[in-house]
Every structure is written in C-alpha cells, then in structure tokens.
C-alpha cells in the first residue's frame, strides 16, 4: 500500500477518455434528473429531483435531464483541461504519508531491537552463552529464575541450581573451544571415546533465589591429581551481589564403550591445562566418611523408583541431578515442611541406565523422629541402590528451619574481575 501510495504521488495517472467520462455524466444524469415512481394502486407518489449547487470556484454548474441536453444541443462532452505544469505536480499530501508511515514502521523496528528497561527493577532476559573473564580462567552466565523452577515455599528447588551448574559447565567448555562429540568431551576425549563422569559434588547453598531473581554463576577448573579434575561454582545475585550456593565437584574419565574408568591421557592433559586455575576448593571439604545404609539401618525406604526417558542423558545413562530428586523421594515428610536443604554432599558410586530400578533410603542421624518439626537443624544419612543391592550413591544432606539462614564457611574465592 505504502509504496502504491508513493508511486501514484510521483506518477499521476492519465486522465480518462471522453466516451467514459460522457457515458459517466449521461448515466449520473439519467439517474438524478428527475424520478417519478407511482404505486401499482396509485395512492402513493413519490418525486425526487436531485440538487446541485449553481456555481463552484466562480463556475456555472448544473445538472440537466437528457431532455433538456437535446434541447440545447449539448451532444458531445467537453474535452479534459489541458495538462500543464501545475496539474502534474505529484499530490505531496500523498507522498508525505507515505513517507511518514515508512519512518514509523523503522523506527518501530529499531525501537525493538534497541530495547531497553525503563525502570531499573524492571528484568531483562539474561539469556546469553555467557562469557570467559578473569584472564580466560572463569566462566560467567546469568539466569532468570522462571516460575515453573520454584517449589512449594516460593523458592528456587535445588534441582534448579544443580541445572544451573551443570549447563555453566557445559557452556564454559563450548565458549573456550573445547567442546566436541560427547557430554563436554575434548576433540582428544572424543578420539578416545572418553567422558567425563563425577565421583565427588558438595552444594552448600546460604540463600535460595526466587522467582523473577537473576542469578549470576560463576565456574573455573582446577587440577585433582594425576588423573583427575575439579570444578567449583558461585552463585550470586546478579542486583545484589550477595553469595548464594557454593559448590565443588571431582571428575574423572570413563571408556563409553567399556563402561570403565580411564587415566587421562596426555593429550587430553594438553588440551585442559591451560585452563587450570590454581585455587582451593570454594566449598572445605567435608572429609567425614559417609555411612552404609541397609534396611536395618534407615528409618525411611522408597522402592521401586525407575529413570524415565527425559531423565537420560546423551551418554545414556541417568544425569547426575535426577539423583538428588531420587533420595528426597524417601526424606520425611515433616523435614520437606518445615526445613530447608541448607547442604549435601554426594558420592557417585555406579552409573544406572534406563532399566535400572531403584531403592531410596534415608536415616535421622541422633534425632527425635516424632519431634522433627520442633527441631533446629537436622541431619541426615541417604543410600540409593539398585534393586539387587549394588549401590549408585551415597549422600549426607543438612537441613535448617526455613525461617533461618545458616551462612557456612566460605572457602577461598578468586578475585571478581569487571
């Protein structure tokens, strides 16, 4: 439409022939001289006769019958007013809002690719892959607490910020370079069908976001050993700054096709090391030792748990979060009402597929069972095994009233950078 509008304005369309314009006026004249219609009872009559003003511009003008066109000898139509300079200069009426409609639809159009808040509280999407600062060592994405990652208490679930990990690692890989087939495989791991596997994970977490908080994770990598790798996170709030989970993870390699854990080879140690960041754990390591539970031992038993389709990984074998929401299904009721996860520790013993089925257990450590909601913090001692009794994980988690907000020791933690 716009540019129809525009190319009449510049090109005035021809004027139309004589015979259209004398077939117009003698059928607009028939119509609007005079009309005289009488009912088929010849009660009713009706006379209209149509009126046009006498002059226009200081030009006699006037609408005739055919009757009266005979009388007077007005047969032919009088030919179009000659073209001249005036009459052809485009109708800048037309062309300004042809313009004007072009400029609003651009500005439209950059208004939304240049959007921006106009109130500081109002949230922006931090989706982005994040980025590498602090000299190429630390890898830092923002997240945007969404509605459907709160639980019943308003707050962010702790599988949430396990998500939230779990893909900072990821994009940290995939940002420096690193990352080809495979769950976070190197091009080395991959010539050697090598993945990365967790033995070893501590969550401490000081505050949970809720909904509509952006949250901003930090991730770096650092030597464990000869064979062996460890990863720490921080999460903080991105408007605040204040420090909300800590975590540090050990990692090993695995054969994917043997199933079997692997040295790291020194071609994969060559690809890696550049990135190692020389710094303690962000969380002190709980060096307590975590107990074996049985039937005799735990106060709660959940059977009969089995890996969906979606909780599989592209390694196929069960993601490492989905284990965390497995030995909660056997913690007490009254814990989940009235407490708070404040840590846990987890110790990856055997991968499980999606045939595996499960066995939740869970033991109070020196605690009044019935008393549990009177209590102040509360531990406890899980074991998740297969139905056949191989066991897959064993953990240590700590729960404080949600009305408290138990802030642990903070490890060693690099410098932020701008």
């Known amino acids: 439409m716009v540019a129809t509008a525009a190319a009449s304005a510049f090109f005035p369309v021809s004027s139309p022939s004589g015979d259209s314009v004398a077939k117009t006026k003698n059928l607009g004249s028939a119509n609007l001289g005079g009309i005289k219609s ?15 003003p006498s002059k226009i511009n200081g030009t006699s003008v006037g609408l005739t019958t055919p009757a009266e066109s005979l009388k007077n000898g ?18 800048w009426s037309m062309l300004l809002a042809a313009i004007t409609t072009i400029f609003l639809a651009a500005e439209k159009q950059w208004m939304m690719l240049d959007w921006k808040p106009r109130r500081s509280d109002m949230l922006v999407d931090p989706f982005g892959i994040g980025k590498i600062v602090q000299d190429g060592f630390i890898f830092r994405q923002n997240f945007s607490i969404r509605s459907y990652e709160i639980g019943a208490d308003g707050t962010a679930s702790i599988e949430t910020l396990m998500n939230h990990l779990q893909e900072t690692a990821l994009n940290h890989v995939m940002t420096a370079g690193l990352l080809d087939a495979g769950f976070g495989a190197t091009p080395a791991m991959a010539k050697k069908n090598l993945i990365w596997v967790v033995t070893r994970m501590q969550v401490v977490v000081d505050r949970y976001p809720t909904w509509n908080d952006v949250v901003n994770v930090e991730t770096w990598v650092s030597a464990s050993g000869k064979n062996g790798m460890r990863r720490d996170w921080l999460i903080r709030n991105a408007k605040t700054g204040e420090t909300l989970t800590r975590a540090t993870s050990l990692w090993v390699m695995m054969n994917k096709l043997t199933r079997r854990l692997s040295k790291m080879p020194d071609e994969v140690r060559q690809e890696i090391e550049p990135y190692f960041l020389n710094s303690d754990p962000v969380v002190d390591e709980d060096s307590r030792k975590l107990p074996k539970l049985d039937d005799s031992t735990a106060d709660y038993v959940r059977r009969g748990l089995t890996p969906r389709w979606s909780d599989l990984d592209v390694n196929q074998h069960v993601n490492n979060v989905k284990y965390i929401g497995w030995i909660l299904e056997s913690a007490p009721q009254q814990i989940l009402e009235s407490h708070q996860l404040a840590s846990v520790t987890l110790e990856y013993r055997r991968e499980c597929g999606r045939d595996s089925v499960l066995q939740s257990l869970t033991a109070v450590s020196d605690k009044d069972i019935g008393n549990l909601v009177n209590l102040g913090s509360v531990e406890c001692q899980h074991l998740l095994r297969l139905e056949e009794g191989a066991e897959v994980l064993r953990a240590r988690t700590e729960w404080r009233p949600k009305d408290a907000h138990n802030f642990g020791n903070v490890g060693p933690i690099p410098a932020e950078s701008t």
Do not use: M, W
């Open 38 to 52: 009488k009912s088929s009872s010849g009660s009713l009559q009706v006379k209209a006769n149509a009126q046009a």
């Open 74 to 91: 007005d047969i032919s139509t009088s030919s179009p007013p000659p073209r001249t300079f005036i009459n052809q200069l485009p109708d």
